[in-house]
């Protein structure tokens, strides 16, 4: 994969032009305080369009609080959050899933009493709205066919008619990014998907994620390092709420700030 990787640009080596166009979500100059403490504090942060991202950093380093307000869970005490070039620091999180961003938690959500098919059938956008369809359960045949071909691609083709709760930790896992990615967002942000995951589903979790680059941007949070390093990625560390590095795994290994703070460890 090396072979058509190109380089890492930072949003420093851009004009500010240059990164409304070329960042699908952009973050300048932000701070989140909570109570006086300072949890994030981001010069410049950006995101390309279908980029897939990893964020890695200590516990306590602003990953999620980065997440949340990337999906308008959190508001920004400072600074701005462009979405599409636009200025959009105030959207509530509703209309940001609306705008097409799909947000993955750490513990799973699926209707553990509905079968992988329905809990799949349920995430088809509109659906939960759309009272009279949803009465009736009529999916179509283009829907079904992209439900049993997503179901392929993460391994769920034998557990379709399986109710959600007797799959594996991991299966779930797929499951849940399933549902989002039916949502087809622009971006999808997936906090630690490999915790709690066997090394089995760990590299299961890992070439899902590797399937979806290209077609959605995805920012991952992530520990595990075996994984970081199998996504072959853009890494960006955070640590004490700030950008300590950004680049790809090697230039990250190679960075004594990063080894220090947080890889030597
Ligand atoms: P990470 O995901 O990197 O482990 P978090 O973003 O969860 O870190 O947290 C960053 C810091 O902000 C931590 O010190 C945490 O205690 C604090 N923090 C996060 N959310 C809140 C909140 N809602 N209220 C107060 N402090 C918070
Ligand atoms: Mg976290």
Known sequence: ?????????????????????????????????FDGFKALDIDLFGVYHNELRVVIGPNGAGKT?????????????????????NDIGTVHDIAMSRMGVGRKFQTPSVFDSLTVFENLELAIPNRQRDLLRNLWGKTTADEEAKIRQLMDRVNLTKQSDLQARFLSHGQRQCLEISMLVLAEPDLLLVDEPA??????????MADLLLELRGQHAIVVIEHDMDFVRRLDAGVTVLNEGKIMAEGYMEEIQANPEVVEAYLGR
């Open 1 to 33: 994969m090396n072979v058509a990787r190109k380089p890492f640009v930072r949003p420093q080596e851009l004009s500010r032009d240059g990164r409304l166009t070329s960042f699908l979500v952009y973050l300048e100059a932000v701070t989140v305080v």
């Open 65 to 85: 609080t980065m997440c949340d307000v990337i999906s308008g869970k959190t508001r920004l005490t400072q600074g701005k959050l462009f979405w599409h070039g």
């Open 195 to 204: 915790a709690g995951l066997s090394d089995e589903e760990t590299a299961l």
